[in-house]
């Protein structure tokens, strides 16, 4: 993963806390998790406060997130809502965070000034055993400490100014006075500052999580939606009068739901000509056809010309396997009708051919899924799906590694959003 680091693939964007004052109030926050102070100098965090080289220190990458769930969380600047979420079991923690920072943007500036808030991101459940848990979880409450309790004090403050100013002696009380002067010396004018977070329960709607192997869950008007391995816990047997299962190994059925349900983009000339995205395709299942008969080549500096050289020479390969074939044929189907028959499709080869419907609230984890259905497609699996590509990375030999980040780095780092508008229609 080493390769990754150094190209800011993965850890990537994370912000640099160095300085004695952070480090020192990172230090209360760890403790209060009953964590020991760290003793580094200077190390990275992401949106949640989570950092890689803390997780080194104390031998335990999940040191934020105990069981799974009830995400833990360290802030310590409001800058880091801009920052990715690096390390977490479900899909929309970062949509949390971001959401929490957003509804109290206010408060956090100011708090953060003086002091770091730490806390958790509260489900219903402690412990996921079953899909049952999963699907208990319908909204998280973020529970906020400060270190130096400042929002306490500002509490404890407001709580005195409101008997200054309703009770006619409370002007006489000099210990009273006395105290708010020592609490304005902590807060500040509280009523210029809001110290509190004003929104703290939030809605937890479709997402994915690692746990049992992978699991998708949607969440519609009259049914929710589970996406995962028929065997783990529960399946099937939560709640059947109100939730529709689906095996994740049952593509035909994975896309009936999405298409059923709008989530996806049909084929149509209207995208498909203009984005690049079937040989975007074609050139992924040429590079993994390659891994998977040379596995040790060199993959550097080899162009479009050698790529066709390639294909021209190892032709029984690529006809037996048959998915460069298909998406040819699909490119001139689609050049002469402008659509495509899916029901003519075996539905293995349909997620070739679909992407999330780009303005759905659930396209970032439509493309997630679909990328389930094409794991050779590394710019997909890299976008949409990061723990899915570190998985498939540590697979890899070391020249297709070398291939992949190179591809990567020139491609997608270049201009993210022009590579997520361009083949994948998202404007974000």
Do not use: C
């Not at 460069?324 to 189907?333: A, C, D, G, I, Q």
């Not at 659930?362 to 990328?371: E, G």
């Amino acid at each position: 993963m080493e390769l990754l680091y150094q190209n800011d693939l993965i850890y990537g964007r994370l912000l640099k806390v160095d300085q004695p004052h952070l480090i020192e109030r990172y230090n209360k926050a760890l403790q209060s998790f009953g964590f020991a102070a760290t003793k580094l100098a200077e190390f990275d965090i992401d949106r949640t406060g989570f950092s890689p080289q803390i997780a080194e220190e104390l031998k335990d990458p999940s040191y934020l997130d105990p069981n799974g769930v009830n995400r833990r969380f360290i802030i310590l600047t409001p800058s880091q809502a801009g920052l990715p979420v690096v390390h977490t079991q479900f899909s929309n923690t970062s949509q949390l965070m971001y959401e929490f920072f957003s509804s109290n943007a206010r408060a956090i500036n100011a708090l953060t000034i003086k002091d770091v808030l730490y806390g958790e991101i509260e489900d219903s459940v402690s412990v996921v055993s079953d899909i049952e848990d999963l699907l208990s979880i319908n909204q998280v409450e973020f529970r906020v400490l400060s270190a130096q309790n400042v929002m306490g004090q500002a509490a404890e403050l407001r709580l005195l100014s409101d008997r200054l100013k309703n009770e006619p002696d409370a002007w006489r009380d000099n210990a009273m006075l006395e105290r708010m002067v020592e609490l304005a010396k902590v807060t500040g004018d509280i009523r210029e500052n809001s110290l509190v977070p004003d929104k703290v329960l939030f809605r937890h709607s479709a997402f994915w999580t690692s746990h049992f192997g992978g699991v998708y869950i949607f969440v519609d008007d009259n049914t929710t939606t589970v996406i995962g391995d028929p065997s783990v816990p529960g399946f099937r047997r939560s709640r059947p009068w109100q939730v529709n299962y689906i095996s994740i190994k049952d593509a035909e059925q994975v896309f009936q739901f999405l298409s059923t349900t709008s989530r996806i983009e049909l084929p149509r000339a209207s995208w498909i000509e203009q984005s690049g995205y079937l040989e975007n395709r074609g050139e992924m299942i040429i590079r993994q056809l390659i891994q998977t008969l040379e596995p040790e080549r060199d993959l550097k500096n080899i162009d479009r010309i050698w790529l066709q050289t390639w294909i021209h020479a190892n032709a029984s390969l690529i006809n037996h396997d048959g998915t460069w074939p298909f998406l040819n044929s699909v490119k001139r189907e689609i050049g002469q009708t402008g659509q495509l028959n899916m029901s003519e499709i075996d539905p293995s080869r349909r997620f070739l051919v679909v992407r999330a419907l780009p303005r759905h609230p659930d396209a970032w984890l439509v493309n997630q899924l679909i990328s389930d259905f094409v794991p050779w497609d590394f710019m997909s699996r890299y976008v949409f799906n990061k723990p899915g590509f570190y998985a498939d990375y540590q697979r890899w030999s070391l020249p297709y590694q070398e291939h992949v980040v190179d591809i990567l780095k020139t491609t997608y780092l270049k201009d993210k959003e022009g590579l997520r508008k361009r083949l994948y229609g998202l404007d974000q």
